[in-house]
């Protein structure tokens, strides 16, 4: 007898209930969507809810969601579910064959809108095929190993010195000093609006770049266009503002510009700035190019843009899940992930408008964002309000797993978005919660001035 696809809904809810590992596989896979009776999506929805809450998974917990939520599952509907499955042994299985069904319904969806409409034209119809792809099939973290694979020769490479696991230098003397970026890794960026989180992104992607490393700059704010006006800002030196407004530039700027084509033409960088990602659509589009050997590290800016259709536009539990799934790619794919993020307004004082030095309890919409990040980096200037000022911003590393906690100083030059360390600055290390300040002195390179050939 052929299996529904009800009952294979009801099956794969019925294993979730019998094993609590099922759930994290399908966090990677299955999405609400892919649940097509009305019920079985919303108990599929309040189970994703209680794990994300560290909240186990039962015919009790789950009820109590729903009625919270005024979500109404018939319970007698709900209880035959409890005894549908007597073991969970194939539950792989079932997930994937459901997510096979939910694919072949997409893409039946994407063929009869593009037959209905005649007047597509081939561009057009390869955009919606491209869109629809993106969204088939979602990367598996079920691999597992032993650890006594491979440990003879892990031991060599800690006596010889040796490093399997990749360090990515973002060419920040001070800062690499401290923090080592490590496949795997997640690094969190935040800041208040205007304190130049994307420009210092963008500052280490194009160092990242000068190593030869193979970037996704995920933007959900800039065009293509403006991610490229601010490199080449960067790049020459030339004001920001008048390559943005095309007028205003000397021979000698033009020339300076179209040298630059030389040094762009050898980074390896793809942006994606089409706006309305969902964070199910980058673990297809990250997992893809790392396959196609297309991608060593991703940048997304910000975690806050990134969308879901979870949790019922909670934010919270929205940025909770995504920054938990960032930090799933970076493991899975084995890259370094760095992802911006807002800060809280309670770092600005209400009375006064003055703003204090942030913590890692100001990540706005905090979720599992400073759980699942390795690194937390937030940048914090006392000028914060003057946007388009140069100015001193302080890096303050509030969590580094493996690493020491601390601040570096840096100068900020906005017109070109450039960010440079202070030749002589306060390195300020945290140790036992208590601030310890030591004058140090870094030998830093000569600002790099662009010359033309």
Do not use: W
Not at 34 to 41: P, V
Not at 105 to 111: D, P, V
Not at 264 to 273: A, C, E, G, H, Q
Not at 356 to 367: F, H
């Amino acid at each position: 007898m052929t299996t529904s696809i009800n009952d294979i809904e009801q099956i794969v809810l019925g294993c979730i209930l019998l094993d609590e590992k099922v759930i994290k596989k399908c966090l990677t896979v299955l999405q609400p969507a892919d649940f097509t009776n009305e019920q079985n999506k919303m108990l599929y929805i309040a189970m994703l809810a209680n794990e994300h809450e560290h909240i186990p998974n039962d015919f009790s917990t789950i009820l109590t969601r729903l009625d919270k939520s005024d979500n109404n599952v018939d319970v007698d509907y709900f209880m035959a579910i409890l005894n549908i499955v007597p073991t969970a042994e194939n539950a792989d299985a079932y997930i994937n064959e459901l997510k096979e069904k939910s694919n072949i319904r997409t893409l039946y969806t994407s063929f009869e809108s593009i037959v209905s409409n005649r007047k597509l034209t081939s561009t057009e119809i390869t955009d919606i095929l491209k869109g629809t792809m993106s969204n088939l099939s979602l990367i598996s973290n079920a691999t597992i190993s032993n650890i006594n694979d491979g440990l003879e020769d892990y031991l060599n490479s800690i006596a010889d010195g040796r490093t399997d696991n990749v360090i990515t230098k973002t060419l920040y003397t001070k800062f690499d000093s401290r923090v080592s970026l490590k496949d795997g890794n997640l690094m969190i960026i935040s800041g208040r609006p205007g304190t130049g989180k994307s420009a210092y992104a963008l500052n280490i992607c194009k160092n990242f770049l000068e190593q030869g490393k193979k970037v996704l700059f995920i933007s959900l704010e800039m065009t293509k266009e403006e991610i490229t006006d601010r490199l080449l800002s960067l790049i020459t030196g030339i004001d920001h503002d008048r390559i943005s407004s095309r007028s205003g530039l000397t021979p000698r700027e033009k020339t300076m510009l179209f040298a630059t084509q030389s040094i762009i033409i050898k980074y390896n960088l793809n942006t994606y700035d089409k706006g309305g990602l969902s964070i199910e659509n980058l673990i297809n589009l990250s997992a893809r190019m790392k396959q196609d050997n297309e991608l060593d590290i991703l940048i997304v800016d910000h975690i806050g843009l990134v969308k879901t259709d979870r949790y019922g536009g909670n934010r919270t539990q929205e940025a909770g899940y995504i920054s938990n799934i960032l930090k799933e790619i970076a493991m899975d794919l084995k890259i370094p992930v760095v992802a911006l993020s807002q800060l809280n307004r309670n770092v600005i004082d209400s009375r006064t408008g003055e703003t204090r030095e942030p913590n890692l309890s100001d990540l706005k919409n905090t979720g599992n964002i400073e759980e699942d990040a390795n690194i937390v980096v937030m940048l914090h200037s006392e000028d914060g309000n003057e946007l388009y000022n140069d100015r001193e911003i302080l890096l303050k590393i509030t969590k580094n797993r493996g690493g020491r906690l601390g601040s570096v100083v840096m100068n900020f030059k906005a017109n070109v978005m450039r960010f440079r360390e202070t030749d002589n600055g306060a390195e300020i290390g945290l140790a036992n919660d208590k601030k310890v300040e030591s004058t140090v002195v870094v030998a830093t390179k000569e600002e790099n001035i662009f010359e033309v050939n």
